[in-house]
């Protein structure tokens, strides 16, 4: 029950674990040219140059080129990856401490040799009357094997990094020195990682770095709890017998069980020479992922991909000294050298325990183990023509291949000028679609800016209209009051003619009353002098009498 539990426990981790993976898939990029190369350090003593490769699967793989000058030095480092280097050119010496011993290795050309991480290392390029440099191409990875999780956080740091990191007290107490000796060491520019080898005599007045190196070396006065120097050899990968030869060229690869250095961990090293035109059997890993570093002459590699996965693209390159190529698992390739030199290459393989390479062709071709009826229809043909195909051929693992090379450099250069064709014509067609698209978008603005313009035109119209009814309406209203005032001053002239004409009756009347008073008056005036006249008449007299009554006769009348 417990067993089933953490066997399932076990499945979650590895499930969650390539689904983490699978998040970030690496893209496989097979060629890394040594102009792509990135430097790390450059001094008069020396250089440093890297790159990073991967594999699709695991990586990053690191690599660093090492050139230093005779009789220089490399400071030294902790290391904090695994170390798998080959020696290419040189004499030097490498002095390191792991976690019990101080060990010292001669280098020559072709040695090939692992440091542990964890190591402090450097190494010492002898003066030599050719002056000949030490280079040193060294592979780098925490991943020792399948079941390692340990993550790359760089190479190694240098020792000053380490030390100079703490405060002055804490350093001054650790070290129990003056904290003038600290400031001393403090105070100076940090040192470049090759520097020229100090002499003899210089250590008279030690530099501070000796010191440093000694302490943590456990070299100088006392040895500390570490053993004193030890000798160890190297394997040397040139030297070493062929593990295949023939006419056409040989190879060698070793790992963990061919060489004590490498035991522990999963890198292998190898090397091939193809003589000219000669071509490394087509071949894959079942397991290691292979980085190779081609070490002399040029030549043609073509790698199949044998999934259906997007990352996988067969491919066909050309190399030549100094590039990296990387062959992931799986994946069927073959080298190829040209006809007018030889193509060399060492490199580092992955997973390289079990790993067996498996051939197509050969007495130890895997389709020698098939049944020729099985092959004959995994191929779809017949018995004999599968029998011809996979018999023919009496060489394995290197062949001759006059021409070879050469053949598929031209394809390469076909199928690069179809592709920079095609990618001009997809560059052609963007242009065109993007242009199209401008085209579409500058209609677009083009209408709306017309459909803007109509509205404002139509508002504009609106708005006189608008604006013209308004002024119909206040002429209207206008007119009206005009009209009003008009028909009002009419009312009021028609008025005024009415009282004027009332007021002339009136005064005609009144002319006539008073013109009738007057009258009246005139009468009464009349009357009383009529009055007065018959009166005096009566007193003159009666006679008068009678006229007085027909006068009141007249007025009645
Ligand atoms: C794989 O590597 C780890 C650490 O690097 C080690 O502990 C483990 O034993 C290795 N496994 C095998 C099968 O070698
Ligand atoms: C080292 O010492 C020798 C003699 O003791 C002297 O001839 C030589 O010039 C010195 N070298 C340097 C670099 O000081
Ligand atoms: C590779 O093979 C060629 C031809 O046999 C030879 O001249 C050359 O020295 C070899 N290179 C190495 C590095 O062994
Ligand atoms: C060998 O031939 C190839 C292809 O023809 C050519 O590119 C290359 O420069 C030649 N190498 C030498 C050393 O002549
Ligand atoms: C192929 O060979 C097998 C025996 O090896 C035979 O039984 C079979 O009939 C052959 N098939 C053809 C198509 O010749």
């Excluded at 997007?310 to 491919?315: F, I, L, V």
């Excluded at 031209?410 to 199209?436: G, I, L, T, V, Y």
């Excluded at 803007?452 to 009814?469: D, M, N, S, V």
Aim: aromatic share 8%.
């Amino acid at each position: 029950m417990l067993r089933n539990h953490s066997l399932f426990l076990c499945f979650f981790f590895v499930v969650s674990a390539s689904v983490l993976r699978s998040d970030h898939v690496l893209k496989l990029d097979p060629l890394v040219t040594k102009e792509e190369r990135r430097t790390v350090a450059l001094t008069d003593s020396g250089q440093i140059s890297a790159i990073d490769v991967n594999d699709g699967y695991r990586g990053p793989y690191h690599i660093q080129f090492i050139t230093m000058e005779p009789n220089s030095l490399f400071l030294p480092v902790l290391l904090q990856a695994d170390m798998v280097f080959y020696v290419h050119t040189g004499r030097g010496m490498l002095e390191w401490v792991d976690d019990k011993d101080m060990n010292r290795l001669d280098l020559q050309p072709g040695d090939v040799y692992r440091l542990e991480s964890g190591s402090v290392f450097y190494v010492h390029s002898h003066a030599n009357p050719t002056r000949e440099k030490l280079r040193i191409d060294a592979f780098f990875t925490n991943r020792n094997n399948e079941s390692s999780q340990e993550t790359y956080f760089g190479a190694y740091s240098t020792l000053s990094d380490l030390v100079l990191g703490f405060d002055k007290r804490v350093l001054q107490m650790a070290f129990k020195v003056s904290s003038e000796l600290i400031e001393e060491i403090m105070g100076t520019t940090k040192p470049t990682s090759i520097i020229r080898m100090p002499s003899r005599n210089e250590t008279d007045h030690p530099d501070w770095r000796a010191g440093i190196i000694e302490a943590v070396t456990g070299g100088g006065t006392s040895p500390g709890i570490y053993s004193r120097k030890k000798g160890t050899k190297a394997f040397n990968i040139l030297r070493r017998k062929p593990d295949f030869e023939n006419c056409n060229g040989w190879s060698v690869a070793v790992n963990g069980k061919d060489f004590r250095s490498l035991k522990g961990s999963d890198i292998g090293v190898f090397m091939v020479n193809l003589t000219k035109g000669s071509m490394m059997a087509p071949h894959w890993n079942p397991r290691a992922t292979e980085v190779a570093i081609v070490t002399h002459g040029q030549g043609m590699v073509r790698i199949v991909c044998s999934s259906d996965s997007p990352n996988c693209q067969n491919s066909r390159f050309r190399v030549k000294e100094g590039d990296v190529f990387v062959i992931p698992r799986f994946h069927p390739m073959a080298q190829i050298s040209f006809n007018n030199d030889s193509l060399v290459f060492m490199g580092f393989s992955t997973m390289a325990r079990n790993n067996r390479p498996q051939f197509f062709v050969g007495k130890r071709s895997v389709f020698q183990a098939i049944d020729v009826e099985i092959l004959a229809m995994s191929f779809n043909v017949n018995n004999a023509t599968v029998r011809q195909f996979i018999d023919s051929q009496q060489e394995s693992l290197i062949l001759e291949c006059a021409s070879c090379a050469e053949e598929e450099e031209k394809k390469m250069e076909e199928e690069d000028r179809k592709k920079r064709q095609e990618e001009e014509e997809e560059k052609r067609d963007e242009e065109a679609k993007r242009r199209e698209e401008e085209e579409r978008e500058a209609r677009k603005r083009e209408e709306e800016q017309k459909q803007r313009q109509e509205e404002e035109a139509r508002r504009e119209e609106e708005e006189a209209k608008r604006q013209e009814k308004e002024r119909q309406e206040r002429q209207k209203r206008e007119e009206e009051e005009a009209k009003r005032k008009e028909e009002e001053e009419k009312q009021r002239q028609e008025e005024e003619a009415r009282r004027e004409e009332e007021e002339e009756a009136k005064r005609q009347e009144e002319e006539k009353e008073e013109k009738e008073r007057q009258e009246r008056q005139k009468r009464e005036e009349e009357e009383e002098e009529e009055e007065a006249r018959r009166r005096k008449e009566e007193e003159r007299g009666g006679g008068g009498g009678g006229e007085g009554r027909a006068l009141k006769k007249i007025w009645k009348i």
